[in-house]
């Protein structure tokens, strides 16, 4: 079995993982042989630049806890690429996930179609949900949302946009309104779409669905965050909800969310209050503001600027008053300049890990940003976390999700072998 799994992990990565090929042709043909799982499917579809990830993960476990067969695709993932395909919270297994990639490449080979390693796994995850019948699936599309792979569907239950801001520029346009009209491309014609009203890209996204005759849903702001007795709490409409994610920034993405759950339950969709707190409690998503009390530890994938902003006014939230030790690495893709300029301050102790990675940043170029910091290998890193046991001071593993996968594969204690599979991080 593993090495069937090995085996169709080095077919994926031989397709050049950070080569991206945005468009809808090879998607849909190879889909096509395959009879169109997509069409099977009752989709949430959601695109955005920050917090996407988390929407995400917070509607399928609330289905799932309602009682629905919950399919889940995301990425990128932190150890196992498994990790991106999950029906109720459960990864594909390994033997299935082999199969999959092994009899899609095989197709595509026999009929000429090049497909890239994220639409590869797009078709993978449609036909996996669509044979095991699932009620509904959760979709997080790549890059972008009008040519990424997942957007291979005719209609959908509800379209979703989070936050917009800056990211991937080379791709997507230099200004928000070329961003968003990316985004809204997963606007569907006559199925609706849920934005706020405080996204930046509104207004773009606001006409696009009218030219493709969908309604647009917006959410009240109805939703408050407090920390009460090293608790997290979410306040929605007089009912009080404890909250297992950390960040300031999941208040706007708790309002799409349980508008979200207004519109299904509007549509059909049974899912009680019983079934809304037990999701919000139980919520598990490595990696995004997941703090490890043992270690004094945080880990949260911050890598374009505006989530480096909310980031550092979350730290300011939850933990004022302790300094602040920073592992940090980047891919040369993103505007890392600017994200170390907002998340590191005078007094922060600074180290940089130089994950062996395509396209990642040396410690040489990121040290020209910040005089006072420092390269950090492996054997030092597992040091320091075990050194800081007494919990002096906040240490913050930020950057690239691929650092910290890199990180994380690499280290020695079981314990952190199995860290972003913890099920509790508060």
């Known amino acids: 079995m593993e090495n069937n799994y090995q085996k169709a992990i080095n077919l994926i990565t031989s397709r050049e993982k950070f080569h991206i090929c945005l ?23 959601v695109a955005g630049t920050n917090g996407k990830g988390s929407v995400c993960a917070i509607l399928s476990k609330v289905l799932s806890c309602a009682g629905y067969k919950t ?46 390693e994220f639409e590869l796994l797009t078709a993978a995850a449609y036909k996996y949900f669509s044979d095991k019948q699932t009620d509904i699936c959760v979709i997080e599309t790549g890059l972008g949302g009008r040519l990424d792979a997942t957007s291979a569907i005719s209609e959908n239950v509800l379209s979703i946009i989070t936050s917009i ?9 230099d200004t928000i309104e070329k961003i968003a009209f990316e985004k809204a491309g997963i606007i569907k014609n006559g199925c609706p779409v849920l934005v ?26 109805y939703v408050d965050l407090r920390f009460e007795n090293n608790r997290n709490y979410a306040f929605y409409k007089n009912e009080k909800y404890e909250f297992n994610l950390l960040g300031l920034w999941q208040k706007e993405n708790l309002e799409l969310v349980f ?22 409690k139980t919520i598990f998503w490595p990696c995004r503001m997941q703090y490890i009390e043992k270690y004094n530890l945080l880990i949260d994938g911050t890598h374009n ?3 480096a902003r909310v980031l550092k006014d979350s730290l300011d939230y939850y933990f004022p008053n302790q300094k602040r030790v920073w592992i940090y690495g980047s891919l040369k893709t993103k505007n890392y300049k600017k994200v170390m300029e907002t998340l590191f301050s005078k007094d922060d102790e600074v180290y940089f890990y130089d994950f062996k990675y395509p396209n990642s940043v040396n410690f040489q170029d990121l040290q020209k940003i910040i005089a006072k910091s420092y390269p950090i290998n492996q054997k030092e890193l597992e ?27 690499q280290m020695s204690s079981d314990f952190f072998k199995n860290i972003a599979r913890l099920d509790n991080i508060l």
């Open 23 to 45: 468009g809808l042709d090879r998607i849909l043909k190879i889909l096509e042989i395959l009879g169109n799982p997509q069409k099977n499917l009752k989709i949430i579809h």
């Open 383 to 409: 040091y320091l976390l075990e050194e800081n046991k007494n919990k002096q001071n906040l240490v913050v593993i930020s950057g690239s999700f691929y650092m910290i996968g890199s990180i994380f594969s």
């Open 259 to 280: 508008r979200c759950i207004e519109y299904l339950k509007n549509s059909g969709y049974e899912i009680s209050k019983e079934a809304v707190k037990k999701a919000l």
């Open 71 to 116: 399919g889940l695709y995301t990425s990128p993932h932190i150890l196992e690429y498994t990790e991106r395909i999950k029906i109720n919270q459960t990864d594909i297994s390994k033997i299935d996930f082999a199969d999959l990639i092994f009899e899609i490449s095989d197709i595509a080979q026999k009929n000429n179609i090049y497909l890239t």
């Open 196 to 221: 706020s009203k405080k996204n930046k890209g509104f207004e773009t996204i606001l006409k696009t669905a009218k030219e493709k005759n969908s309604n647009i849903l917006v959410p009240e702001n």
């Open 305 to 307: 600027p505006d989530g």
């Open 165 to 173: 801001s800056f990211d991937h520029v080379d791709r997507l346009g």
